[in-house]
């Protein structure tokens, strides 16, 4: 069970109708909104698109799958909507992990890049003196250099930021690193330039 509860949770590239990557789910939902016909599964290699019977009926072929009662299912790594052609328009959820990324790991007082144990999260104006916690108003901060403003603002402590914060912007990379996603994504995912990769 453990295993195959693992493969379920993992994500799925879906595709609007005219084939532009406008989000993911997970494995499980992938293939219930196939199973539903509100999708189709999308081979990646061939293009070749499948209603669940003729993709039950594909061999595996060394692919990761999924064992059913009667069935192996290869696991989709790509579907394609049937219905729906727009474009979601997205935000970039504020958390951690994406703050990190927006402040490429570095230290936004120092410049240093000590390694993500040794990152905090810093308010510039602190919470003690009204400052929320936004896009604006955190920034990845050495421990060292945390320390030193303490519970400051920045001219009391006598610190100074590299650069302005602002909120931002979704990209795939944001949402999946490209380490972190597997390689039939890249034909469909936007390259640098806006254009699709397929």
């Known amino acids: ?14 595709l609007n109708r005219s084939w532009l ?9 992938a293939i219930a909104m196939v199973h539903g016909d509100s999708a189709r599964f999308l081979c990646p ?12 009926s594909q061999k595996v072929n060394g692919d990761p799958f999924i064992r059913g009662v009667t069935i192996r299912l290869r696991v ?6 049937a219905t729906f052609d727009g474009r979601p328009r997205r935000t970039v959820p504020f958390s ?17 890049r000590p390694g993500s144990l040794e990152l905090t999260i810093d ?7 009204g400052g929320r916690t936004s896009w604006e108003n955190c920034v990845v901060a050495c421990v060292d250099c945390n320390k030193r403003k303490g519970d400051r603002s920045l001219r009391a402590a006598g ?19 490209p380490d972190s996603r597997p390689s039939a994504w890249e034909h469909f995912l936007p390259r640098k330039n806006g254009t699709n990769g397929h």
């Open 45 to 56: 290699r061939t293009y070749e698109v499948h209603d669940f019977d003729s993709w039950a």
């Open 123 to 129: 308010h510039i104006v602190p919470r003690s003196q």
């Open 76 to 81: 989709p790594e790509v579907i394609v909507l």
């Open 21 to 29: 990557a406008i989000t993911t789910t997970t494995v499980r939902r």
């Open 159 to 177: 610190m100074a930021l590299q650069r302005r914060q602002s909120v931002p912007q979704w990209s795939w990379d944001m949402e999946h690193a």
């Open 96 to 112: 951690r992990r994406n703050l990190y990324r927006r402040d490429n790991f570095t230290c936004q007082y120092c410049g240093k």
């Open 1 to 14: 069970m453990g295993p195959t509860a693992d493969v379920l949770d993992g994500r799925t590239l879906v």
